[in-house]
Structure formats: C-alpha cells, structure tokens
C-alpha cells in the first residue's frame, strides 16, 4: 500500500514564500504523474500544478509565474514552491499519485493546510 506524506504548510503573510513537500512511501513499479489539489472552504478540489513522469508540468492560471512544481524521482517526492502568496491561496493542499503497481492506482494525501493573512 502507497501513502503520501505532506510537509510544509502553515501561516504566512501575503507576499511571503512557502515549499510543500509530498513524499510517497510503499510499494510500486513506478510514478506516472504527482501533483498538487486544493480546498478552500465551501469550494471544490481543484488541481494547483501536476507534473508527468517525463518532467511535462501544468499549472492553473491563478497561480502561473507564482507556484512551481518540482520531483526529486531518488526520493519519489514532489514538491511545490509557492511564492508571492495571496489570501486567496489559502486551503487544505493535497498531494496525490499516479503509479503502476498491478495496475494504474491512485492515491491521496491526507492535507496540508495554507493559510495566507492579509
């Protein structure tokens, strides 16, 4: 069994930096993609930034030129650099995984939270 374990979230002021860090622990043949979701209260999960096995990024238009996404493939980890953070960043950051085990699977982070004060 995969899970994921997220670091890196916390209080920051608006302008500041923050890097969050997904690591994957468990058995698999390998990674297909990882990427980053968000929830902010009483909204959706939507996709932040995701990242292939061969290195192709995404990212969502709010956060363009602000947040980067990043793997270390030694340590299966992905991180996600976020810079001149706004109030409206602020949510629970999940990680999640696309890998070949039997099959293609998926797992899910339990959260990381981010809040951003004006």
């Known amino acids: 069994q995969v899970q994921l374990m997220e670091f890196g979230g916390g209080l920051v002021q608006a302008g500041g930096s923050l890097r969050l860090s997904c690591a994957a622990h468990?058995?698999?043949?390998?990674?297909?993609?990882m990427g980053w979701y968000r929830q902010a209260p009483g909204k959706q999960r939507d996709l932040v930034a995701g990242i292939t096995s061969s290195g192709d990024t995404t990212y969502a238009d709010s956060v363009k030129g602000r947040f980067t996404i990043s793997t270390n493939n030694a340590k299966n980890t992905v991180y996600l650099q976020m810079n001149s953070l706004k109030p409206e960043d602020t949510a629970v950051y999940y990680c999640?995984?696309?890998?070949?085990?039997?099959?293609?699977?998926?797992?899910w982070g339990r959260g990381t939270l981010v809040t951003v004060s004006s």
């Open positions: 999640k995984m696309n890998y070949l085990l039997y099959r293609d699977l998926e797992v």
């Open positions: 468990g058995s698999f043949v390998s990674i297909n993609n």
